[in-house]
């Protein structure tokens, strides 16, 4: 049936003419559907555990004008294979759907690659590619009802040399159509491995670009099936200027605003293009270049590497600070500023006493006893400890300590007994501060004197 409906176009153009305009009547009397397809999913799209079923799905929208619309698609694969053509036959008219769904087993590996929809009547299109992985060691793979797991595997490889870059090429040949594992081997070291589906033969590539001439070796190494190496193809990758490429930025820390002094770091970043090596810089401060330190690059891997320095500056006063990192023999990176702005330090609290709170006086305590009494009150401003005292005629009746979270009042009271003939003074003071000295009077009357005979 699917051989018979992609045939339909040449018969078409072969019939009678009668037969020919039967159609064109028919095609213009009846749109032609309209027709979409979504994404294509892989489920799942990633796994690590063999075997591994993925399905990959996608669904066809038609908008359909009445009587019979029938719909081929087939799954296009990213190995380049296709599946058989089917068809479905939708009845009446509306918008239709179709849902169409292919699995494949993978029973071992490192695999990936991707699956569409490709609808190609009433109209031809195609859905956005469904990509999977799998990662669980040596390939097997049933999709397309085929599963390759013995045979031989062969390895070539050669070089191609250039302006400081070496393509390697290499041919990986098949007895027969399978998934293969490889990887490159640079001068003993592993710089890249991949996985492709080989139909009898294919080549695989890696540029080496090392910004520096080098010579060596690469080999082909096949992981699996089988466990095959290329012969040693020997290069020579000659560079003009093989001198590395040496640069510098600085950042500056964020505008800061506070209490004073403070210390702000600037971080600055050294950049190698490659090589092994040391690289000496220096700060600038404000314009004035400081001494010469160094970094040091290993040289390993390709491409650029970086090395990370930081310089302090301590602020104790409002301003700005620049900096910039010169290169020895090579460019000063641009300048960068940091700002400090230092919150004026809030006034020293204060405190004193308040005469008109204060008072003190005598009582009566059963004559000729009396008894002194006196209240003081300090005022502070804001935060701040203290001691006050209390002095009954120039003796110290009482020393009390006092701290202040804020500013407010408290007071200090005391009681002492007496001379009640007598009257005296008392002084409330603060230690180190002001004070105030009260009078008071005596209570007790004195006796009256004996007459003398």
């Known amino acids: 049936m699917a051989a018979g409906l992609l045939a339909t176009p040449a018969a078409a153009a072969s019939g009678s003419t009668t037969q020919a305009g039967k159609v064109a009547s028919s095609s213009s009397a009846t749109p032609r559907p309209a027709v979409s397809v979504s994404k294509t999913k892989a489920s799942p799209s990633s796994s690590d555990e063999c075997p591994t079923r993925v399905t990959f799905s996608s669904r066809i929208k038609v908008k359909a004008y009445g009587g019979k619309t029938t719909v081929a698609y087939r799954w296009l694969r990213g190995n380049g294979s296709k599946s058989a053509v089917k068809t479905v036959v939708l009845k009446g008219k509306g918008v239709k ?128 099936p089988g466990d095959a190496s290329s012969n040693r193809a020997y290069f020579k990758i000659w560079c003009r200027d093989s001198s590395p490429n040496v640069s510098a930025s600085v950042d500056a820390p964020s505008n800061y605003e506070g209490d004073c002094p403070v210390t702000r770091t600037f971080t600055g970043t050294i950049s190698a293009s490659h090589g092994r090596g040391e690289v000496k810089y220096r700060w600038i401060r404000d314009g004035v270049a400081g001494s010469w330190q160094s970094v040091y690059f290993d040289g390993r891997g390709y491409g650029y590497q970086s090395r990370s320095v930081s310089d302090s500056w301590s602020a104790s006063a409002s301003g700005t600070s620049r900096r910039s990192i010169e ?100 002084r409330f003071g603060i230690v180190g501060g002001g004070s105030t000295t009260l009078d008071y009077e005596a209570v007790c009357a004195k006796p009256a004197e004996t007459p003398k005979a």
């Open 97 to 224: 759907y179709v849902t169409a769904k292919e699995s494949s087993t993978f029973k071992g590996g490192d695999l990936k690659g991707w699956q569409a929809l490709q609808v190609l009547a009433p109209r031809k299109v195609t859905s956005a590619k469904g990509y999977f992985k799998v990662s669980c060691g040596d390939d097997e793979w049933d999709g397309d009802k085929e599963v390759v797991n013995t045979g031989t595997v062969g390895a070539q490889a050669w070089v191609d040399e250039r302006n400081c870059e070496a393509t390697l090429i290499g041919r990986i040949t098949t007895s027969g159509t399978r998934w293969v594992r490889y990887q490159w081997v640079v001068n003993g070291r592993v710089v890249d491995r991949d996985a492709v589906r080989v139909y009898g033969s294919r080549k695989v590539y890696h540029v080496i670009r090392p910004h520096e001439s080098l010579r060596g070796w690469a080999v082909l190494q096949i992981l699996s």
């Open 327 to 426: 290169i020895y023999g090579g460019p000063t990176s641009g300048t960068v500023e940091g700002k400090v702005t230092c919150k004026a330090a809030p006034p020293a609290s204060k405190a004193w006493i308040q005469t008109e709170s204060t008072s003190v006086k005598q009582v009566e305590a059963g004559c000729p006893t009396g008894s002194v009494t006196g209240t003081g009150s300090v005022y502070a401003t804001g935060p701040i400890k203290l001691t006050v005292t209390w002095s009954l005629n120039g003796s110290v009746v009482k020393s009390e300590d006092l701290e202040f979270t804020s500013a407010g009042t408290k007071s200090v009271s005391f009681t002492s007994a007496s001379d009640g003939l007598k009257g005296g003074n008392a």
